[in-house]
């Protein structure tokens, strides 16, 4: 877990921290061209988010993407689901579950699980401490300016 999500946490497992370890600018990284419509949306409203409480870096485009593509994905397959419905009849006869489903339970899994990374769920946002701000000087330990010095 990078330092500065185990600060905002609290440090619960009072491991020793790793004052060397590498800071990236908190800054949003460039939105990737590859990304859909409704992707970019998301990155949008996600990157401003992300600043504003202080978890995204430059160093997060990889995984902002890829929440942002399996968002539009879970939309549009949940979109065409509510058109098609949950069953469908196949050629022979058998009714059976739509594939739809499956991709819409698949891309929300993706969409949990990446959103814990970035503080996005209840559960994962209850464990952070907003108070902490790493590149403040009036909240780092005197040892933190120590060690950076003496490396």
């Given amino acids: 877990m990078p330092t500065s ?10 491991r020793a921290i790793n004052h060397l370890e590498p800071q990236p600018e908190r800054k949003a990284p460039r939105c990737p061209d590859h990304l859909d419509a409704e992707a970019k949306k998301e990155w ?3 990157s401003r988010m992300l600043l504003r409480i202080r978890v995204l870096t430059e160093a997060d485009g990889m995984a ?3 929440l942002c593509q399996a968002w539009s ?3 549009k397959a949940q979109l ?8 469908l009849k196949t050629p022979s006869g058998y009714v059976q579950q739509s594939p739809l489903l499956g991709i819409v339970n698949n891309c929300t899994e993706i969409v949990i699980k990446l959103g814990r990374e970035f503080g996005l769920t209840p559960a994962s946002r209850g464990r952070l ?9 009036a909240a780092r330990s005197p040892w933190e300016d120590f060690f950076a010095e003496n490396g």
Wanted: net charge positive; proline share 3%; hydrophobic share 35%.
């Fill in 5 to 14: 999500v185990r600060m905002l946490r609290g440090n619960p497992g009072k």
């Fill in 44 to 46: 949008k409203r996600l």
């Fill in 64 to 66: 902002l993407a890829n």
């Fill in 73 to 75: 994905t879970l939309v």
């Fill in 80 to 87: 065409k689901l509510n058109e098609t419905g949950l069953l």
């Fill in 129 to 137: 401490q907003v108070g902490y701000a790493r590149d403040s000087k």
